[in-house]
């Protein structure tokens, strides 16, 4: 498997969980421990940033998983995992609600990991049936 592959598909998988972890767990904190509503964590910039560091990352991912395993349906999970997001992100709290959009989000996360999970699978066992890259 393409070791800068692996890494993107791995990274992908961190990201959708620390978006997760982000979404369920600061108001939380922001409650618990009142130093945490002076970080800008909870502005929707974090949310922004966090977008603009998964897309590149899924897109490679799944684009070089999918040339591998020829499993072009992973992209199409991912799209509708990234989709998700960005609407997401776009749309905020302002016209979805709080609820809403953290619901949504953590929806689009988990769809993007579980595409990276399956597109990282699929790799590693296309990998080892010692299939060529000619097919």
Not at 54 to 60: C, E, G, I, R
Not at 65 to 88: A, E, F, N, P, Q
Request: one cysteine or more; charged letters at 15%; glycine letters at 8%.
């Amino acid at each position: 498997m393409n070791n800068l592959q692996a890494i993107t598909d791995k990274t992908a998988i961190g990201l959708s969980v620390l978006c997760t972890v982000h979404c369920l767990a600061m108001p939380l904190a922001a409650v618990l421990l009142p130093s945490f509503a002076a970080m800008a964590l909870e502005d929707e910039i974090f949310h922004l940033w966090l977008l603009i560091a998964v897309f590149p990352v899924s897109a490679y991912a799944l684009t070089m998983g999918c040339r591998k395993h020829k499993r072009y349906r992973l992209l199409s999970i991912g799209g509708i995992g990234l989709l998700m997001l960005g609407t997401v992100s776009f749309a905020g709290h302002e016209q979805l609600g709080e609820t809403l959009e953290k619901v949504l989000t953590v929806i689009g996360a988990v769809i993007i990991a579980l595409g990276h999970y399956w597109n990282y699978r699929l790799c590693q066992n296309h990998d080892a049936c010692g299939c060529s890259e000619a097919q």
